[in-house]
């Protein structure tokens, strides 16, 4: 049963109206659109797998959690629940071939002949382990076997390890093979630590502790207010600004035409900038020349605020 399902996070819709409202010149252009593509292909790469999670319809499914362990958080891809063991994956799309040492150690061979270090995915999903087996103690869940796999989402990735090192075989796994590995867990744990009832309440509150990341991307990719493209975009071609003539948007480019095209350019803001905005924010990053047709605007969209007349401010939904 699928508990909590995988959406895209916070920190790739930020990046994405970041590629979106950054002026191409500037100088961390290129990184805002590095970041957004390995992070792309992680959450894509995350979503294939849940294909071979299909078969396994008695666990309780709960995807991207982000729980707190002591000042700081730990992170969850995959969390599979059943009254007698759970397993936690962290699905990795990696490309080229990943090499562990004895000790390991990973380095990366990517496609082009480069090789980089990576951080040992067998030590991470450890630490998460150990997080979540702290967590519920702390939540006083009765105690349960906890397995962890990391799970290669891309067919391609190649995994080496020297034949002494067996922690590889032991937490690896590609996504075609993890029933299989699914199965030998699931014979390992014969003993009910749970009732199916505490297994439910278990998923709900995991899902209810979840706090998803919010990250000042502005900050630290260094983005002053000059360097963001204002003005409401096309949503059928991307492009900006479109112009408002008799209450409509109109894109120039495409010629598509709609009343709402401010509601996906007003998202954008709120991801940029928080919830909070005032009449002439409003004007100011539409490109409007009017405020009372921003006022207009705002009105029509029920918004709650705060303040009087003049300084009021609105609160924008939560961008989705
Ligand atoms: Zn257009």
Known sequence: MLI???TKSVRIKKLEVMQRRIIRHHQRYLS???????????????????????????????HDLRLSAHDSYFQIDTLLLSPRYLVN??????????VFDHLN??????????????????????RQQSHLIEWMAKNRIPPIPVRSLVVMSNPRTIIKAPPS??????????????????????????????TKKEVGKLSKMLVRHHTPENPDLLKRYQIEEEDIIKGVYCTECFYMPVVRKKATWHCPKCSYKSKDLHLNTLS??????????TNKQFCDFLCLSSRH????????MNLTH?????????????PT
């Open 4 to 6: 909590k399902n995988r």
């Open 32 to 62: 805002i659109e590095d970041e957004l593509s390995g992070r792309l292909a992680g959450h894509f790469g995350e979503q294939s797998n849940d294909y071979f999670l299909k078969p396994f319809r008695e666990f309780s499914v709960v």
């Open 89 to 98: 994956l962290e699905v990795k799309y990696i490309t080229g071939t990943l």
């Open 105 to 126: 150690q990973v380095i990366r061979l990517k496609d082009d002949g480069t090789e980089e270090a990576f951080k040992n995915p067998i030590f991470q999903v450890k």
């Open 165 to 194: 090192n067996k922690e590889v075989p032991q937490y690896i796994t590609h996504s075609p093979y993890l029933q299989e590995r699914i199965k030998v867990i699931d014979k390992m744990y014969g003993e009910e630590k749970l």
């Open 268 to 277: 954008d803001y709120a991801l940029l900038y928080g919830q909070s905005i």
């Open 293 to 300: 047709t921003a006022k207009r605007l705002l009105d029509n």
């Open 306 to 318: 705060t303040g009087g007349y003049k300084g009021r401010v609105y609160t924008l939904p939560y």
